[in-house]
């Protein structure tokens, strides 16, 4: 299975600075065929299921603001929020569905504000 | 605007069999791919399962041998199966739809749009 390890695992940040969260997959899941990544990332606030963020690693999901962003390739990936909201705060996963199942998530980076 | 939510028992006895039914409202169950996912007290997010409406399925390979999937597209329903529980399998299940149908952008086949709220099965005596 292919593991994915984000860091920080916390985050404290100010309300309208940039929060910046690491994933690393233990193998590429940028697919030559073509040439996407097949990373997504997800959003999960107290009380709520996850909620789709990203895919292809960098696509917004609609409707999603566009403080939320995702960039990287290969095996390391970074969701970046530019300027803090008091509601960004939750806990961010990313997740590979490179391979056939099983699909895999990261530990989870919970986001909170300084 | 579809909407996911899982119903069965919370409390599993040991060796028993837990049960849990997804049941798909705002949209057809036909055209898409619906999955369980469970998240561990403390852990990362596990991926469970899948089934297509025709019955098609995958499962973890950590759990195949204790796990099953089924469809009912007339109740627009899938239900998950865990049989010999123990209390690792103690978690929040969530059902949520693939995120790569008929009706939706190319996402690739494998990530997940839209989630129901959980639920939380604990397995004691």
Redo the contacts between chains.
Sequence with gaps: DIVMTQSPDSLDVSLGERATINCKSSQSVLHSSNS?N?L?W?QQKPG?????LI??AS?R??GVPDRFSGSGSGTDFTLTISSLQAEDVAIY?C?Q??T?????????TKVEIK | QVQLRESGPGLVKPSETLSLTCTVSGGSISGYYWSWIRQPPGKRLEYVGYISKTGTTNYNPSLTSRVAISVDTSKNQFSLNVNSVTAADTAVYYCARIGSGTSTPDRGFGNFDYWGRGSLVTVSS
Excluded at chain 1, 48 to 52: A, D, F, G
Excluded at chain 1, 100 to 108: E, H, R
Aim: aromatic residues 34%; charged residues 10%.
């Design positions: 996407k097949y997504a997800y709520q299921p996850p909620k789709l895919y292809w696509t999901e609609s996963y997740q569905y490179y056939n199942p099983p699909w895999t998530f990261g530990q989870g």
